[in-house]
């Protein structure tokens, strides 16, 4: 390894198992010192099957894992959905470690409906979660950069999101879901707009690979190769050097950017920009808007497909 992130501390959520376990051992591999977040709930955020007294035990489990292989890490078994759970975060970094240098955040799970069967409930805890989740330790790693920066400490601080290409081009039987992971693309862009003053660089990534919540969704595609010397295209490890360089200070000038990340491909995404136009210089009648509109997406690019489209 190269010692990447040597000297820094990052910040994992969600991150007892999948793509958050592969960035916390990615991290510590390249020198960080890693809080591996996590609260040790099941696949839908019920219990995870140990009970409360055991929750955070997935957190401290890849903390020990860190440690054997001589990294460092620090177990974080709070809501980062609640204020006090993700102001607990941010101070787990500064108490144990002194600093805080990168947020990934991670944390989500899954309640599949399609749209007429999707109840308020399963709504709101999947836009929690993911939204919110999200939100809530950014604000609170936010402040602490700004405070650093005011003091004259600039920081060369990171947040990397995890968003979807759920969110980016919707998906069949996960309208909470690819709703959530929408508003972290929108929330991703607003921090780096407002942030960056402070030395602080957000960006986000659309990752596909194997975990609990797509090896169910898409068992086929998922599937770990046969061949033990095979490339395991959809291993969660293959996301997680692309997530170490946007934590790292290496990746300076870069923000308000959507990776997508999946076996060995990266791909820049490029998002909602102005396409064909039409101004008449005055209001349109209901009949002239459509013909316009219609001649409009004759010239436009088509919209690819909806994931699990048939």
């Known amino acids: 390894m190269t010692g990447l992130c040597e000297g820094r501390v990052a910040v994992v959520t969600g991150a007892g198992r999948g793509l958050g376990r592969a960035h916390a051992l990615a991290l510590a591999a390249e020198g960080a010192r890693v809080v591996v977040n996590d609260l040790g709930v099941a696949l839908d955020g019920g219990d995870g099957g140990d009970g409360a007294a055991d929750r955070g035990s997935p957190a401290q489990d890849v903390a020990e894992e860190i440690r054997a292989l001589g990294g460092e890490a620090v177990a974080h078994g709070g809501d980062i959905a609640t204020a006090d759970g993700a102001a607990s975060l941010v101070a787990t970094a500064l108490d144990t470690y002194g600093r805080f240098d990168a947020l990934v955040n991670n944390a989500g799970f899954l309640r599949d409906r399609m749209l007429i069967n999707l109840d308020e409930d399963d709504w709101d805890a999947v836009v929690r979660v993911h939204l919110k989740g999200h939100f809530l330790p950014l604000r609170h790693a936010a402040a602490h950069w700004r405070a650093e920066a005011k003091a004259g400490r600039a920081p060369a601080a990171r947040v990397v999101n995890t968003a979807s290409g759920a969110g980016l081009l919707g998906s069949v039987g996960q309208g909470n879901y690819s709703a959530a992971k929408a508003g972290i693309v929108g929330l991703t862009l607003v921090a780096a707009a407002e942030l960056g003053r402070y030395g602080v660089q957000v960006n986000a990534i659309a990752p596909a690979a194997r975990t609990r919540m797509t090896e169910r969704t898409f068992a086929e595609t998922?599937?770990?190769?046969?061949?033990?010397?095979?490339?395991?295209?959809?291993?969660?490890?293959?996301?997680?050097?692309?997530?170490?360089w946007l934590a790292s200070a290496d990746s300076a000038g870069v923000t308000g950017r959507v990776f997508e990340a999946e076996a060995g491909r990266i791909t820049v995404m490029e998002g909602w920009r102005p396409g064909p136009t039409a101004d008449k210089g005055a209001r349109w009648t209901p009949a002239e808007a459509g013909e316009a509109a219609r001649k409009l997406l004759a010239d436009a690019e088509p919209p690819r497909p909806v994931y699990g489209a048939s």
């Open 222 to 244: 998922m599937a770990a190769p046969d061949a033990a010397d095979a490339f395991d295209a959809m291993a969660p490890g293959n996301v997680s050097p692309l997530v170490v």
